[in-house]
């Protein structure tokens, strides 16, 4: 396992990190489950554990917790906040009354006394960053959490929020959590940038592509991913965005086996070489998941591997733009744009 600062905390963590979005009823993974695939992670080297309120409702967290159990200190743990928690409409967002509650949850399902790092699952366009940041800062000083950071803000916004936090005299977000794979590289043109002028640690989630790089997307066979079943339309292959994905898959497989190295190894080594990035979030829903992407751990891909997938992707393309999660409120809400 490598290991790299985390921006500049001065933090130690590992290239590859334990994502839980997987652990409870979205992934069906029980508790025996989420332990063996903790232990597994823990003995190869994996020091950060990321997890979030919003997965399975909070079972995520509970599942994280009961599983690092006796060895917290081992372990650099992250959670997210921001996504809606309930019906109720304050039961989400970046205000000061939601986020102290927030985390408050959170700690008492995770069964800790602090987080390591806390993130912004998604930028709340109704809150400031002020009211945002000074609650975070807050948090900080009395202990509950060591550093925070955002998850998915597109550059505008992360530029927005490093200045606020300057202006304000108040601690500023030290990561950032983007999307980022082979197939999505729409980052490399303006987050990445933004991150790297920075100083911020990027935790690139998704490398694999929710399954499309995994080798289980295949043509002339049946889809078997765990997500075909409640997200069918981002694997329809009828879909242009999806077919386009389809044949970049073809042609990256021919790249990795000529290099001799699995899909996996590939994409993931691909995340990991970018010097804007620091680890790739990783999410297994069972240990064999886990073994398969554990050999990415070492991947160092050649300048003649890199150049190749270049050829088949070109650098700052997003072969599937409409599943972003970064895109302006404005361009999908017509009222927000008109007087």
Do not use: C
Not at 120 to 140: C, F, I, K, N, Y
């Amino acid at each position: 396992m490598q290991y790299r600062t985390l921006g500049r905390t001065g933090v130690q963590v590992s290239t590859l990190v334990l994502g839980a979005m997987n652990f409870g009823k979205i992934g069906n993974t029980t508790q025996d489950d989420a332990t063996a695939i903790v232990d597994a992670a823990l003995e190869a080297g994996i020091n950060l554990i990321d997890t979030a309120d919003a997965y399975s409702g909070g079972q995520s967290e509970e599942l994280v917790g009961k599983a690092i159990a006796g060895r917290r200190d081992d372990v650099v743990l992250a959670t997210k906040a921001t996504l809606p928690m309930g019906d109720e409409r304050n039961q989400r967002g970046g205000s000061r009354r939601w986020l102290v509650t927030a985390l408050e949850n959170s700690l008492r399902r995770l069964g800790v006394d602090h987080v390591d790092l806390y993130q912004m699952h998604r930028w709340d366009p109704t809150t400031s960053d002020d009211e945002t940041l000074s609650v975070l800062t807050d948090l900080q000083r009395a202990g509950k959490i060591r550093y925070f950071g955002s998850s998915t803000f597109p550059a505008y916004r992360i530029v927005q929020a490093q200045w606020a936090a300057r202006e304000g005299r108040l601690s500023r977000y030290v990561t950032e959590q983007p999307n980022y794979s082979i197939l999505q590289r729409g980052i490399e043109t303006h987050v990445l940038p933004a991150t790297q002028e920075y100083g911020m640690g990027v935790l690139a989630w998704s490398p694999l592509a929710s399954g499309w790089l995994s080798g289980a997307i295949r043509a002339g066979q049946e889809i078997s991913t765990n997500r075909s079943g409640f997200m069918q339309q981002r694997y329809d292959v009828g879909i242009p965005a999806n077919r386009a994905k389809l044949d970049a898959v073809e042609q990256l497989a021919t790249v990795a086996d000529e290099a001799g190295l699995s899909l996996i190894q590939l994409a993931l080594g691909f995340v990991t070489a970018h010097p804007g990035v620091t680890s790739a979030i990783i999410g297994p829903r069972t240990t064999d998941h886990l073994r398969s992407q554990l050999a990415a751990a070492d991947t160092v891909l050649s300048a003649d591997v890199l150049d190749a997938i270049d050829a088949i992707v070109a650098p700052g393309v997003d072969l599937a733009a409409h599943e972003k999660n970064d895109t302006p409120p404005a361009l999908l809400e017509p009222a927000l744009r008109r007087r």
